[in-house]
């Protein structure tokens, strides 16, 4: 049975580590201010709750059809990355109302959730390797989907934190910020066929 400290390390290292979640949090902090990004992370926050309670009720039922399921949620997750990296390229510094970051707000940061491949197999993965093997009961599956989010949401709003803090920066250097973050939801969305 694997320890609690793996299924930590296994939370942190995934909910940390740059990922469409975290770049949009950054982006969206930088653009709007942390109060604005906060509400982005909220929504990630609801929408992971949501997901990994699906992945706890569902995960065996998920392990059987995955194989037929996979290339179409992979393909539906790239195209929403690469639709929120058009949008992060062409917006601009945060000065001006922009409309083309459509993915600033709580519903955004929930829907993401269900097209985020990293965070449906996040989900997956945990369950299947640290939870479902090892323990049935509802209290332990509720823990594990409390103890997942609530890491991942820690994650969302250090990159929100972030965003905030260099703002500035971020703003003065907007056309290379927003490339950057931009480029790297593409490689978000090219890392799915790697």
């Not at 609690?4 to 995934?14: E, G, R, T, V």
């Not at 392990?63 to 990355?81: C, H, K, S, W």
């Not at 990293?118 to 939870?131: C, D, E, N, Q, R």
């Not at 973050?181 to 790697?194: E, K, N, Q």
Request: glycine fraction near 10%.
């Amino acid at each position: 049975m694997p320890s609690i400290a793996a299924f930590l390390s296994f939370a942190c290292i995934m909910s940390f580590t740059p990922g469409p979640n975290n770049i949009m949090a950054l982006s969206s902090a930088s653009a709007y201010g942390l109060r604005k990004g906060l509400r982005f992370c909220f929504g990630v926050l609801l929408g992971v709750l949501g997901l990994m309670t699906a992945c706890a009720l569902f995960g065996a039922v998920l392990f059987q059809f995955l194989p037929d399921v996979e290339p179409t949620m992979r393909a539906v997750g790239a195209a929403y990355i690469l639709w929120m990296a058009f949008g992060v390229w062409r917006s601009g510094s945060g000065n001006e109302d922009s409309r083309l970051v459509p993915v600033n707000g709580v519903v955004s940061g929930m829907l993401l959730q269900f097209v985020n491949p990293k965070g449906i197999l996040y989900g997956i993965t945990a369950f299947s390797s640290f939870v479902l093997p090892y323990y049935d009961s509802f209290m332990a599956l509720a823990v594990s989907i409390g103890v997942l989010s609530a890491v991942a949401y820690a994650g969302t709003c250090f990159w929100a934190l972030f965003g905030a803090v260099f703002r500035r920066f971020l703003q003065n250097h907007h056309t290379a910020a927003n490339a950057s973050m931009a480029l790297l939801l593409v490689w978000c969305a090219a890392s799915l066929y790697t």
